[in-house]
């Protein structure tokens, strides 16, 4: 079964490299990072017809379904599990079982930070055992772990992490080709689910602008896709921005980055910049500012142009 991870800090790249793929098979599953996510994959003369798309949490909630049935679970939502977590608590305290958390189980908002430790814990797949073995904090959070996970086993409950398991084994026999678009696997959960669902797979492709979060340590080392020399400073920007390998970039444009406290100072010192680039004859209409929220920062940008004296056209929409 070919498996194959490729990588580019171009989103561009990454939907080609995944195009190429699917344009392959007449049906593919598509892991995507969000519901929305893939709309660009549509391949010409085909559009999306056969590619399924589904982010890995409701893939797992979709297999699991039949499983939990079967076994009469219901899932749970992040109100159940803090109330959960709020009677774990409240049942260690009546026990005075605590130690290192005593002086805030008591706190608004201690359960729902609890709910998040322990779910965070049960994707990880540490078990109350190794927590007890570091420390003050170490031991209450594993008695907590014990009685969240007795609470949800004697009320027929599945948080994520049991859903991820019930899932694994359905999902070990798909045997439709697999992409993952640039969806992040976050915890040990979400390995072992992806693990499991490729197990059976005719085809595997990641493309991602990152192989972090385990990726790599399923498929391989990544193949990096931007192999070419950046040609401009975005590019080298795109590429290096977050790299700890970064080279210089040889292209004489520059890219600046800066902040200012308020919408009305940055637009002053957008200003300030537009007449720095003019006193290097540099025409006003060969420059341009590119605003995310028009709304917001238009009225902020005329004034400061304004008061610059720099002649200014506004328009919203390509």
């Known amino acids: 079964m070919p498996r194959r991870l490729v990588k580019s800090a171009s989103n561009g790249r990454v939907l080609a490299a995944a195009r ?17 996510a893939g709309d660009l994959l549509a391949i010409s003369g ?19 379904r039949p499983v939990m049935a079967a076994q009469g679970l219901t899932p749970v939502g992040s109100l159940g599990l803090e109330a959960i977590a709020a009677r ?22 201690f ?14 797949g540490v078990t109350p055992p190794q927590l007890s073995a570091h420390g003050r904090s170490g031991k209450d959070l594993g008695l907590l772990l014990a009685a969240y996970q007795e609470e949800l086993a004697s009320r027929r409950l599945a948080d994520l992490a049991e859903l991820f398991e019930l899932a694994a084994e359905p999902a070990s026999r798909i045997a439709l080709p697999v992409l993952l678009l640039d969806a992040r696997l976050e915890t040990r959960a979400h390995q072992q689910f992806f693990a499991k669902l490729i197990g059976g797979a005719e085809d595997v492709l990641a493309a991602v602008t990152s192989d972090e979060d ?19 400073a975005i590019e080298h920007l795109r590429r290096f921005v977050f790299s700890s390998a970064a080279t210089p970039c040889a292209n004489r444009e520059g890219f600046e980055m800066f902040s200012a406290p308020g919408e009305g100072l940055e637009a002053a010192e957008i200003a300030r910049r537009i007449l720095k680039l003019a006193r290097e004859k540099i025409a006003f209409d060969q420059i341009a500012i590119l605003l995310r929220n028009p709304d917001r920062y238009q009225p902020a940008v005329e004034e400061a142009l304004r008061r610059a004296g720099i002649p200014a056209y506004f328009s919203q929409g390509t």
């Open 20 to 36: 190429a793929f699917l344009e392959v098979y007449s049906e593919a599953l598509v892991i995507v990072p969000g519901r929305l």
């Open 46 to 64: 085909r559009g999306a017809a056969g590619l399924r798309r589904s982010t890995a949490t409701q893939l797992a909630a979709s297999l699991a």
């Open 88 to 109: 774990a608590a409240h049942g260690a305290r009546a026990d005075r079982a605590l130690d290192y958390f005593e002086p805030v189980a008591g706190l608004p908002g």
């Open 111 to 124: 359960a729902r930070a609890l709910a998040r430790t322990l779910a965070e814990l049960r994707l990880a």
């Open 214 to 232: 385990g990726i790599s340590e399923i498929l391989g080392p990544a193949e990096n896709l931007d192999t070419d020399p950046p040609s401009a």
